[in-house]
């Protein structure tokens, strides 16, 4: 389903758990039972609810994912955790989506950065340079996995490079994970960012001084640009998504899906991009056996057909 973030003030995100190698039963130096039953129940969860496929070799790192979340909720046992959150989906309802979030926002891997994959970018604004000629209505640009907003930024920055601060691009951010989704919206970020040249930075942020000193806000004329919303691609309600789009950016996340589920994400992301519009991915994402729906068209750029 897709919804809008609460109007709730942002939340600082909390780092995942970076000890991927804690321990794993009881009978070590553990904080926690899980086992490889536990592990497996994981799987199954995160892949029915969010297409992410884990691997074999995985479990240290869930174990690390979800320790907090067990020490959150009381629990003793990764048995005890999953056997709550059974419960909760059974009985359906508000309780259950909550936790069923929280559980999702720990397990997703957000890495990114400002204009990763940076060839993309001014390919991106030549491209909206050419659409805006003939666009009579403005631009729309998807990121689809926007995560904590690097990405979404960088679009709304190069729009405003490409086209004027007047520019008529409306760029909406999606994910699935809410917590970083909160700090996309937000919009507030180290100074010393990776990806943002000097020339950017002063352009597109606001330097934060005192206790906000070391800090950067991206200005109001780039964030005017965006709406932020929760979607789920892979059980979220395509339809809601309004207009086609002439742009959408799904780069690093179809590499958590397996094949049947990308070809399901394909197939919605052409149903929801103009014929001609472009579909941007990520470098290890390859998707030439859907040559129906998309054609190469540059280096990891896709056209819709
Ligand atoms: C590695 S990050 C990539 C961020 C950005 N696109 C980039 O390339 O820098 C992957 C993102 O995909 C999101 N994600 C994972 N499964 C998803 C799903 N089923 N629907 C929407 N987003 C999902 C994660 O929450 C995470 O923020």
Redesign the pocket.
Known sequence: MMTEPTASAPRIQAPKDPSPHAGLSATGDNEFVMTRADFELVRRLIHRH???HLADGKQAMVYGRLARRLRETGHGAFCDYLQHLERLIAAGGAAAESEMQQF??CL??????FF??EHHFPALAEDLRARCAYAAEGLRVW??????G??PYSIAMTAIEALGASARVEILA????TQ?LATAERGVYPADSRGLSEQRLRAHFQRGTGTNSGRIRVRPEVARLIRFAT??????DWARLGQAFDVI?????M???DAPTQRRVLQHMHGVLKPGGLLYV?HSENFSDARELFRLRGKTVYERV
């Open positions: 969010a297409g992410i999702v926002n997703t891997t957000n890495l990114t950065s990763r994959e990121c689809s996995a926007a995560s904590t690097e990405e999606s994910d699935i994970d970083v979607f789920n691609l892979v059980h979220g950016f799904c780069r690093n996340v590499i958590y899906f990520g």
